[in-house]
């Protein structure tokens, strides 16, 4: 999923921060009803994709900020880092 997530947030990079959803990411990973606790999918899809970016990539991401409904996480504020930066 880390090439998935690079060429989505490769159109982000001129953005300091970024929302999205899990629905939209999940939609653009093509995942389905895979990992539908926000916890697994944060520990098993967005931490190993933003080290590997960060060690790898001329763009990453870090995870600013949860967005909730309530006690609900329903998508995350993306910091959107460049190497250049």
Same mark, same amino acid.
């Given at each position: 999923y880390t090439i998935r997530l690079y060429q #989505? @947030? /490769?159109h982000w990079r &001129? *953005?300091?921060y970024k929302r999205v959803t899990l629905e939209e990411i999940r939609d653009f990973l093509q995942l389905g009803k895979k990992y539908p606790n926000p916890y697994d999918f944060k520990k098993n899809i967005l931490i190993p994709a933003s080290i590997e970016l960060k060690e790898q $990539? &001329?763009?990453w991401f870090e995870i600013y900020e /949860? @967005? *909730?409904i309530g006690r609900s @996480?329903? $998508?995350y504020i #993306? *910091? @959107?880092v460049s190497k250049g930066n």
């Open positions: #989505l @947030i /490769s &001129d *953005k300091a $990539g &001329d763009v /949860s @967005i *909730k @996480i329903i $998508g #993306l *910091k @959107i």
